[in-house]
DNA sequence: AACCAGGACACAA
DNA sequence: TTGTGTCATGGT
């Protein structure tokens, strides 16, 4: 038979479960009737909203919960955070129109595996390549209903094991030399990923990107998403196109400008403001014309 | 049925 | 240093 099941309750306020954990950050989250479920740190784990409590159920034994408070980042002072954005009409509007949307604190390297498996993928299909990992070489958990097969993200360890080959079955195409290799470094130590936190942002970064397969805009995306580098500021093509309208809808600045822009504009906390802007211009802007009324011109 | 996706990389200029 | 073609796979 399954595993017990502990519940316990948090308070929370502006905290959007639904906005948080579907804004393409993290890739495991699946709505279960009303509920998401997920696994954080090896531990199965169900959240609900209700009555401005946040409902927690998860096969881990109760008592310290720091490993849920870190990852969700229940204790971050979200409104000095939002009052620290420019007071521009784009950024104001988005805040206005996600208000509760937070930035998560992953692991390090299930986030890291995940964006370089991220590049020219869509978010739908991202998720299945991350599923189809953890499916084959995850370690099995504790999970409450027998039926169901609860893995943790594999280890760094686990996929520098695997064939090429393996990993291309996974459906992540060229991207499976860039797993498997950044898998190697991380396993014998060329890179500590456990050394980053202590680094200036701008180390840490050029640490995670002698990774194969990790570029700038990976890299940004480990920096924010599990380090907590809150100046990191990841620009996509959905944050490019966003920028562009936004800010130069003459101009058209290219990645480098846009990154000088970016460096300095949205303040100290420009990765929430980063986090805003993507959702916002994928839920609410271009909504209507996925994604034709931005073509590249002529 | 084309077009594009939370890009990185080797290679050109 | 900045710009282009290539790399799998599948959603819309």
Same mark, same amino acid.
């Given at each position: 038979?399954?595993?017990?099941?502990?519940?316990?309750?948090?308070?929370?306020?502006?905290?959007?479960?639904?906005?948080?954990?579907?804004?393409?950050?993290?890739?495991?989250?699946?709505?279960?009737?009303?509920?998401?479920?997920?696994?954080?740190?090896?531990?199965?784990?169900?959240?609900?909203?209700?009555?401005?409590?946040?409902?927690?159920?998860?096969?881990?034994?109760? &008592?310290?919960?720091?490993?849920? $408070?870190?990852?969700?980042? #229940?204790?971050? +002072?979200?409104? !000095?955070?939002?009052? @620290? /954005?420019?007071?521009?009409?784009?950024?104001? &509007?988005?805040?206005?129109?996600? $208000?509760?949307?937070?930035? #998560?604190?992953? +692991?390090?390297? !299930?986030?890291?595996? @995940? /964006?370089?498996?991220?590049?020219?993928?869509?978010?739908?299909?991202?998720?299945?390549?991350?599923?189809?990992?953890?499916?084959?070489?995850?370690?099995?958990?504790?999970?409450?209903?027998?039926?169901?097969?609860?893995?943790?993200?594999?280890?760094?360890?686990?996929?520098?094991?695997?064939?090429?080959?393996?990993?291309?079955?996974?459906?992540?195409?060229?991207?499976?030399?860039?797993?498997?290799?950044?898998?190697?470094?991380?396993?014998?130590?060329?890179?500590?990923?456990?050394?980053?936190?202590?680094?200036?942002?701008?180390?840490?970064?050029?640490?995670?990107?002698?990774?194969?397969?990790?570029?700038?805009?990976?890299?940004?995306?480990?920096?924010?998403?599990?380090?907590?580098?809150?100046?990191?500021?990841?620009?996509?093509?959905?944050?490019?196109?966003?920028?562009?309208?936004?800010?130069?809808?003459?101009?058209?600045?290219?990645?480098?400008?846009?990154?000088?822009?970016?460096?300095?504009?949205?303040?100290?906390?420009?990765?929430?403001?980063?986090?805003?802007?993507?959702?916002?211009?994928?839920?609410?802007?271009?909504?209507?014309?996925?994604?034709?009324?931005?073509?590249?011109?002529?």
């Amino acid at each position: 038979m399954g595993a017990p099941l502990f519940k316990s309750t948090f308070q929370v306020k502006d905290y959007d479960l639904d906005a948080t954990l579907d804004s393409g950050q993290a890739f495991r989250w699946t709505r279960e009737g009303g509920k998401w479920v997920g696994v954080i740190a090896g531990r199965w784990v169900s959240l609900g909203m209700a009555n401005d409590g946040l409902i927690v159920r998860t096969t881990s034994e109760p &008592g310290d919960w720091h490993w849920l $408070r870190d990852y969700l980042q #229940l204790d971050v +002072e979200y409104d !000095e955070i939002v009052e @620290s /954005f420019p007071d521009d009409e784009a950024i104001q &509007g988005a805040v206005k129109a996600c $208000r509760g949307l937070r930035l #998560l604190r992953q +692991e390090p390297w !299930e986030c890291l595996a @995940s /964006f370089i498996c991220s590049s020219s993928k869509q978010i739908v299909q991202i998720r299945q390549i991350v599923k189809n990992l953890c499916d084959r070489f995850g370690e099995h958990i504790a999970v409450p209903d027998e039926s169901s097969d609860g893995r943790a993200f594999p280890t760094a360890r686990r996929l520098a094991r695997c064939s090429e080959g393996e990993l291309r079955e996974c459906k992540m195409g060229y991207r499976a030399p860039y797993v498997l290799g950044a898998a190697k470094v991380v396993t014998d130590g060329g890179v500590d990923l456990n050394a980053l936190n202590d680094l200036p942002c701008a180390e840490a970064r050029r640490e995670l990107m002698k990774l194969p397969g990790v570029g700038r805009k990976v890299a940004d995306c480990v920096l924010l998403f599990a380090y907590g580098f809150e100046e990191a500021f990841p620009i996509d093509v959905w944050i490019g196109r966003g920028l562009n309208q936004l800010y130069f809808p003459k101009r058209e600045p290219n990645r480098k400008q846009l990154e000088q822009f970016t460096s300095t504009y949205f303040g100290p906390h420009a990765g929430y403001a980063q986090q805003y802007l993507f959702h916002y211009v994928r839920t609410v802007l271009e909504k209507p014309v996925r994604g034709r009324a931005l073509a590249k011109k002529k």
